[in-house]
């Protein structure tokens, strides 16, 4: 089988360059994969400080590592609920207050193989459940208690289009998002235990990757078979963290393999309409070949046979209709997907492509492979194409993936603020003390995203503080001053600019002065990209930008980008007055205008960094009387909004401006201000009090 002619040979080479060029090689795809576990992280934080009772594990091509620029593939987020205990044994039983339902996993003759019933029991005492408690359980004819697969999702909120078990949620110029809801159960699901014992002639997966498979446990996800009689019951047995283990110890070749199969799926196999091989049936044969071959043909220069062979894998799978699970083998996963004549077609298809051998490869556009290759292999010269260099490339994919980082930064931090708004001072220290837990436990990627979270969360805590002791006596305590101190390095702008009006509200304007030149002139010294995850979409930006983060890990975020600032009511005593309005902006009738969801941030100042760093230099060089300085900085607040394209505020620093037109005795240049904030922003706009108010004034001057 592996004994080719030496173009084959030749052929794989060119092959991995080509893949190498597009991103698939070892750099790219740990650093790919690096982003997406600090996210991980990042989000798993966010929960415990929030009290989520929930983990998130972000999966599938774009945290693996396995995909290109053009396969424009999802990014798979797998939220884990834990108010759940699904067991298999009764011992398994738990009695806890904090658990809302114990369930059995029952597999049985009515249930397709691989999928299972949730069968609901008492909780207080280790027996079936004879009630029904709501309406998304319902009694079968055998008088069990069987939680709906379908139900689940009524407790999500918002609206989401569903496919399958998972939620889509479309992120123009960011990654698609399929949210996956899943249970977890602790033991090892008994129908795959076979596996356990299985060995291979590759010796793969290894022993150490099938104890790890092991002791992370699976889940159950709410979706039936298509072949079943019960698909509103069932719910299919997932060992995703297993299959995520297999994925990342794969090397180089085996994942340009995987890669290579999910372009001919998109090019050759699945229409756009329709999607009859998945790309979880590919890595399910990726994964079986891996275990059925020696591990020394897995070579750069052996890329096409082992291309071939998993070709040929796939075939026998359409013609027998089986495509067995590799970890839950009575698991068929082409169970009821295709027709007789779509068999046939997708037959028909991959033996072309089997037996066309190279052809088919020079005809496959994404990511220009096919013409990529051509001029590799000599077939047309340099020039007579024009696509993206690798550098192009590898720039466009990491600075994605730290536009990503600093968008799930910039989320989590709103979801705990959200969580301690309303809150007393001791609730707040209580979620001080849990993040605080995150610098001394954990591994070492846990700590990498506790880096890049906590400094943010230090800054809002040293200014609720703040706040708190400037309305007691108009000072900043120490305490407070330790928290902000501590949250300097958060981001380029963000936490100093909190720092600087800290010490305006308390008239100290020296050292609020000093603390904005500084941040100027750092703000200037980078590619500094305006960012915000309020109001989202995809950011212009500039070339200097994408190198740093190519050439720097992702701590480069800390000095590229600049987050807007917000704060909440607990911090009303660090804002100038001129902002507070903001946190009023919203009058009944608005409030029906926003998002239940998304929209409570709209209670709090929310302003972007470098128009409150303009505004800020504005008031303190009035009050210090240094009025060239205070026209310079009005100079820049208006040609920051007129000209600055990331603005995510745009209609607050408008209302800022206009404040500062008003206290020059400019009125009707406020009042355009405002006019214009409205058109940004028609409802929830603090622009209709500033009109009132300016409208007012007048009537009451004349």
């Not at 995987?258 to 890595?283: G, H, P, R, T």
């Not at 590799?376 to 590898?394: A, D, M, Q, T, W």
């Not at 709090?604 to 505004?615: N, R």
Request: glycine residues 4%; hydrophobic residues 35%; negative net charge.
């Amino acid at each position: 089988m592996f004994q080719e002619p030496n173009y084959r040979e030749n052929l794989s080479l060119m092959l991995s360059e080509v893949l190498h060029d597009i991103g698939v090689n070892e750099r790219i795809v740990m650093r790919r994969r690096r982003q997406f576990m600090l996210i991980e992280n990042m989000a798993n934080i966010e929960c415990r400080l929030t009290d989520l009772n929930t983990t998130y594990y972000f999966l599938g091509s774009q945290s693996e590592g396995t995909t290109t620029i053009g396969l424009h593939s999802d990014l798979d987020i797998l939220s884990c609920s834990h108010d759940f205990n699904i067991i298999q044994d009764w011992s398994e039983w738990e009695h806890d207050v904090n658990m809302k339902f114990n369930y059995l996993m029952i597999q049985d003759e009515n249930t397709t193989p691989g999928y299972c019933f949730l069968q609901l029991l008492k909780d207080d005492e280790p027996l079936p459940a004879t009630v029904i408690p709501n309406e998304h359980h319902i009694s079968d004819s055998r008088g069990r208690i069987l939680f709906k697969s379908t139900g689940i999702y009524d407790f999500l909120q918002g609206a989401h289009q569903q496919h399958g078990p998972s939620i889509a949620e479309q992120n123009p110029g960011f990654y698609d998002l399929d949210k996956l809801i899943a249970i977890p159960f602790k033991s090892w699901p008994q129908s795959a235990s076979g596996w356990l014992e299985r060995q291979g002639i590759g010796s793969w997966p290894t022993q150490e990757m099938r104890r790890y498979a092991t002791s992370t446990g699976c889940f159950v996800v709410p979706t039936g078979s298509k072949v079943s009689e019960y698909p509103g019951l069932e719910w299919r047995i997932s060992t995703s963290l297993a299959e995520r283990c297999f994925i990342l110890n794969l090397n180089i070749t085996q994942i340009r393999c995987y890669v290579l199969l999910k372009m001919i799926l998109k090019s050759f196999l699945n229409s756009q309409d329709e999607i009859n091989i998945s790309s979880f049936m590919c890595k399910t044969v990726l994964f079986h070949c891996i275990e059925n071959t020696e591990s020394g043909i897995w070579k750069d220069n052996n890329l096409f046979t082992c291309l071939t062979y998993c070709l040929l894998e796939l075939h026998n799978c359409v013609q027998n209709d089986c495509c067995s699970h590799f970890i839950v083998t009575e698991n068929n996963l082409m169970a009821g997907k295709f027709t007789a004549e779509t068999k046939h077609e997708l037959s028909k298809n991959i033996c072309e492509l089997i037996q066309n051998d190279r052809q088919w490869l020079l005809s496959i556009d994404i990511d220009d492979l096919g013409h990529r290759l051509q001029v590799k292999l000599n077939r047309v010269p340099h020039g007579v194409y024009y696509f993206p260099s690798s550098l192009e490339i590898y720039e466009h994919v990491l600075m994605i993936g730290n536009i990503n980082i600093a968008k799930v930064i910039s989320e989590e931090h709103k979801y705990v603020l959200n969580h301690l708004h309303n809150k007393n001072i001791r609730t707040i220290n209580q979620s001080v003390g849990k993040l605080m837990t995150f610098s001394d436990n954990g591994n070492r990627l846990e700590h990498a995203a506790f880096k890049l979270l906590a400094p943010f969360l230090f800054t809002t805590y040293g200014s609720i503080l703040a706040s708190s002791s400037i309305g007691e006596n108009n000072q900043v305590s120490p305490q407070a001053l330790v928290w902000l101190s501590a949250g300097l390095n958060s981001d380029i702008s963000s936490s100093r600019l909190k720092l600087a009006s800290v010490f305006y509200s308390t008239g100290d304007m020296e050292k609020a002065e000093l603390i904005l030149r500084h941040t100027e002139q750092q703000y200037n010294s980078y590619p500094v990209l305006p960012f915000c995850c309020c109001n989202i979409w995809f950011p212009a930006v500039s070339a200097e930008f994408k190198r740093l983060c190519n050439e720097q890990s992702e701590d480069c975020i800390k000095h590229i980008i600049a987050l807007c600032v917000r704060f909440i009511q607990e911090e009303i005593n660090c804002v100038p007055h001129e902002l507070q309005y903001e946190m009023f902006r919203s009058t009944q009738d608005d409030m029906i205008h926003r998002d239940n969801n998304e929209g409570f941030w709209m209670d709090w100042a929310v302003v972007d960094s470098l128009p409150l760093l303009y505004f800020l230099q504005y008031k303190i060089y009035r009050h210090l009387q240094r009025h060239q300085d205070q026209q310079q900085a009005l100079s820049k607040l208006t040609r920051t909004i007129e000209t600055g394209e990331n603005l995510r505020h745009r209609e607050t620093a408008l209302n800022i401006l206009g404040q500062c037109m008003e206290q020059e005795n400019r009125p009707q240049v406020a009042l355009k201000c405002y006019m214009l904030s409205l058109q940004q922003r028609a409802k929830n706009n603090a622009a209709s009090i500033h009109i009132c108010k300016l409208l007012s004034g007048f009537m009451n001057s004349q």
